[in-house]
């Protein structure tokens, strides 16, 4: 096995820990969600215990709750579970984002394996390119009597995935800054949507990668690959 084999393997096996990763984080987020929604609960709950009156409730309860024992019991053991979801939150997209970085370092140092330097400086432009015009890499010609054209047109994409997957847990990180007790019903809704279904990341590229090298790059073959 040569070291573009083993780059591309290792490759593979860093998109599929992602997917991993992704699949986690999302199962917290949900739980997450749900603890919120809890705690809103109780906190509504407890306030409409309190309007009830004393006529209602028993002498002890009512000194309970003038203790306010029965806010603090309730809502510690719910702020402690939205913590640790807040924790392993922030886990998920510190790790997700180490890994990324080192699959930049992989895609730059396959540049330099299989293409020549005219092919990694178009690469590098056109994936940091700042305008809003599309681009299609296909358009682009990548003339290098040593390499493998299929080996040229997997680490383009294999740099476009990164750029894709750099801007997710971008997003992520927003998601994560943002959550809190006071997140409402309907933030909690939008940010859980946009975590799981992944609006900057193209699910077709990720099921390609999610593969063999030699399944991948059959795959990727098909694609018509073109960003925004």
Known sequence: MDRIETELI??????????IEHQLSSKAISILSESLARYR???GECEAIKKLGPSVLTDRFVKYLQAQGWHEDTARSVTLEISQGLTELRISTHNSRQRIQEMKDL????EMDVSSDFTSKLLLESLTAQDNAAFNLEMFKLPSANSNPEQLQYVLHM?????????????KE??????????????????????MLRPFVDEEIMLCFDADPAS?????????????
Do not use: N
């Not at 895609?107 to 396959?110: D, L, P």
């Not at 800054?177 to 933030?187: F, P, V």
């Not at 795959?219 to 018509?224: A, E, G, H, T």
């Open 159 to 171: 740099g476009v995935l990164c750029q894709m997957l750099h801007e997710d847990v971008e997003m």
């Open 41 to 43: 609960r109780t906190i």
């Open 107 to 110: 895609v730059t140092s396959m």
């Open 10 to 19: 290792q490759f593979v096996e860093d998109v599929r820990s992602l997917e």
């Open 216 to 228: 991948a790059l059959s795959s990727l073959s098909r694609i018509r690959l073109v960003c925004v």
């Open 174 to 195: 927003k998601i994560v800054a943002a959550l809190g007790l006071d997140t409402t019903a309907e933030q909690m809704e939008v940010y859980s949507s946009s975590w």
